[in-house]
């Protein structure tokens, strides 16, 4: 995960995949993106969503090829 001084600016922040349809995935997937990575409970402390609703909207994410898991952590898949 980035630390508060390298996150990057709103600006460096890719749009959105198109696949993205949810509103709720959308929230996560622009969280991850702006920090890097986070926990299921880096997400649920930050977006106040419930562990369940969040590890629902990874799952999907992950299927869709936009997000991997890293041990606890997962992080936005870089774009080629």
């Not at 299927?63 to 774009?79: F, H, I, N, S």
Request: aromatic residues 4%; without cysteine; proline residues 6%.
């Amino acid at each position: 995960m980035l630390s508060e001084t390298q996150q990057r600016s709103p600006t460096e922040i890719d749009p959105l995949p198109p696949e993205l349809e949810s509103s709720q995935g959308k929230l996560v997937y622009l969280f991850l993106e702006s920090t890097g990575g986070a926990t299921v409970t880096d997400l649920h402390r930050s977006l106040g969503m419930q562990k369940m609703a969040i590890l629902s909207v990874l799952e999907a994410l992950s299927a869709q090829g936009l997000v991997e898991r890293t041990g606890t952590e997962y992080a936005p898949v870089a774009a080629n």
